[in-house]
């Protein structure tokens, strides 16, 4: 099967100088994630505890978990960016002369319930990086997969990127009392290609036979079954 094609195209001079344009999602998987141990409680080896209803591994060997974080690709902050709390809201600067956030109005956003956990202030990365896709594929943006560490929240979006000529920008709100700096090269929004397809539902009556067969079906394997018998590679370059 060829692959298909995404493009990352600047929308600027500037942006085309010293811009970084989106990156392999598979680089940014974070430090906390390399550093989650693959067994539980210490363990060093694959066991079946007698307390647990199945073996030891933990969200280290969960596939999809993973796949999540390393699907796509990754829009980045170009330059390090200085948070602070004044008078309760926040407010972000940056030495160079080139964009990096605004605000949007907040009657943009009327009736969107905002977590006690942000500001109900709504801001907006700027991406100087139109996206372009093959006919018939969307892109979807979103919060980087898994990624509750990051001190802000990227809304979703999803954006013919086959017809669409701009760059899409990238809303988002940030924690109530975070003070600092978000790095420059932090990933701000996953993109993620998706195939537009024209889909039907359908529901089914319980099978319980079937139910069964699947059921043995997974549990033949002893760990990894998902990956062993049903995971498909995903390749992005």
């Known amino acids: 099967m060829s692959k298909k094609l995404i493009e990352f195209l600047p929308i600027t001079h500037p942006a085309e100088l010293s811009s970084f344009e989106p990156q392999l999602s598979i680089k940014f998987i974070p430090n906390w994630y390399k550093e989650i141990p693959p067994y539980t409680d210490g363990d060093t080896k694959l066991s079946f505890p007698m307390h647990y209803k199945t073996h030891n591994t933990t969200i280290k060997r969960c596939v999809p978990f993973l796949d999540a974080m390393t699907a796509g690709y990754m829009a980045v902050l170009d330059d390090d960016v200085f948070v602070e709390q004044v008078n309760g809201e926040p407010m972000f600067r940056w030495k160079s002369d080139v ?138 370059n």
Not at 132 to 153: A, E, I, Q, V, Y
Not at 192 to 209: A, C, G
């Open 99 to 236: 964009e990096m956030v605004t605000f949007h109005t907040l009657n943009q956003f009327p009736n969107v319930p905002i977590s006690d956990a942000f500001h109900y202030a709504i801001a907006k990365w700027h991406n100087e990086w139109m996206i372009r896709t093959p006919k018939g594929f969307s892109t979807f943006f979103m919060h980087p997969s898994n990624r509750m560490d990051l001190p802000f929240f990227t809304f979703s979006g999803f954006v013919d990127t086959d017809t669409y000529e701009k760059a899409v920008q990238f809303p988002f709100v940030l924690k109530k009392g975070f003070e600092g700096i978000i790095e420059s090269g932090t990933p701000v929004c996953q993109l993620i290609p998706v195939k537009r397809e024209t889909w039907n539902s359908e529901r089914h009556d319980f099978d319980e036979e079937e139910n069964y067969k699947r059921s043995r079906r997974f549990a033949r394997t002893f760990h990894s079954s998902y990956k062993k018998n049903y995971w498909q590679s995903k390749d992005y």
